[in-house]
């Protein structure tokens, strides 16, 4: 893969940027784009490197990983490690085994919401098989962590086991809550550390511990991890309500139409007793969302204020997520991390 | 749990040996029952305090671990670590281990393989949905890796880990060959190996290796292992064929509605080029077998003497895997472990 297909996301995000009017912005993810280049090359070619045996497991998942993707968690790992003594072959190994783990839960969560599509293709069920796309999340999972285990980061494989034991155990509450309309937006909130904010958390730590970063360094980077995994995430789910298909890859409404409760839905609900009776019996009948309700979102969304105020929330966290790097070592690889945490806010896909 | 519920396997192997009129081996397991009685109840309070979380995976995860089982894994665990220094903090976690990573590959079967029951009670899957099942087989997974991972047994967290790549890759290749009729048994031989043996291999390493027996009587442990589990699938596969459902506790035929190919079938198929092309037919058409081809089957079975031979074959499998004990040290451990394998190839259920 060429080193400009390695960088989608910076291309992208210097789009966004210029697009909504943030013409500094855009300048610093360019610059940010060449200074990185080198780095996300050597995470590709590693990445390429995984066994390409001809299980069709081996196919799905390789399927998935050469639709590219964002490349947003090995970014971040990469630029943790360059706070310290730099993306060495342990904070490669990091960078490898956080996108295997990431692209495992895609294969895992295309299963349970049935997904036909991802990354603009169809989903890996769809070409071999549900059971295929369950054993090959296991297998990637495997591989992410005998690629942990063999680097020897101190730490980094018990964190590892802890933070796919959070994501589960989130999985499994959004599970439990799906097609219950609930206000309360505590579960929501638990939902999106456990399943999204635990994985930019370790992406984080892990690639300030292997770029030999302190101790107090790496707290505050597992703290910005967890609030730009919380943003990025609130970010997701409003694109679901709001986004262009054209341009996130994914129908919209989808999330709704699995009962998913995001932070806006639930606040719109909240200020809307006509919205919440309504989504309440469609999300019991269990049947299609009809168009009707759906209008009816999407103008209690903006009546209401639930999307400004989700919206709000979102870059409350980003302004947190900085917040954190006031404990980190200044220089370029911080000011590169308050550029992915400023991008993140203004994300369309 | 008491103690006479933790080691159900002992007693009902007894009376497996008794019916056979194998007197000399019931008395064995007698003995074998007493003496392993302390450390199969130690195996069973460790089980007994995997975190008891509300979650839907962990009650789906519990609900088919409070269902007990065999406990073969976990003896055979006991087993190997008596040839050494014995049964102690280290061993008790590899036996932990070794259930709760063969109890997460039977929930994610039961989603692959749409099984509606499992040890004579509804499966995970139908009690709390295909998801849940999925993830609870997840988090059982990680539950035994930090296990592992804490006793800091030399090279068991390793091991583990390429034992569960062989896993998926194994059950990935049983995939691939569902509904084909193949009268060629390698691929059968390395299904069988790779998804029921290589944990039986690990068992017997991984307790010897806790107990501090040497290298060598470590490696000959897991060629027990190795012969042992090959057996006990094909014994598994037969009472598919034959078995009393009131004594295993599952639906006849089960494998064999699904397609797949297991060894008795496959000598048959070769040997008989009318069952060969009526069971090709039927597998391709993916239709319920009738019952007059499941009546050509048993027929079949008998008439050609598969059913004999792959009784046979798996005679010889702990013929081997006894011959493997001659490198591991003398002594009542050994003597069990003969009989373990003696009572496998007798089994019932």
Redesign the interface.
Known sequence: MSVAAATPLLHRLGGVASAHGLPDLAGRLDELHSWMRRDLAGFEAELGQLPA?Q????RAARHLLDLGGKHLRPMCVALASRLGHGFGDDARAMAVAVELVHTATLL?DD??DQGDSRRGAPAARCLW????S??AG??L???A??RI?ASRVPGA??RM??V??EM??A???Q??RRGRLAADLDDYFQVVEGKTASLFRWALWAGGRAGRVDDDACAALEGFGLHLGVAFQMIDDLLDLTGDPRVTGKELHADLREGKMTCALALAAGRDAGLAGALGEALAADVPLPAALIEHIRLALERTGALADARAMAGERIARAVDCLQRVPDGPARAALVTVAEATAHRER
Chains 1, 2 share one sequence.
Do not use: K, M, T
Request: charged share 20%; net charge negative; glycine share 6%.
């Open positions: 045996g299980r069709i497991v081996q895992h299963v349970v098989g549900n059971a295929a369950v054993f296991d297998w999972l495997v591989q962590l005998q285990r494989l018990d086991l802890a796919i034991d589960i155990l999985e499994s509450l599970l439990e």
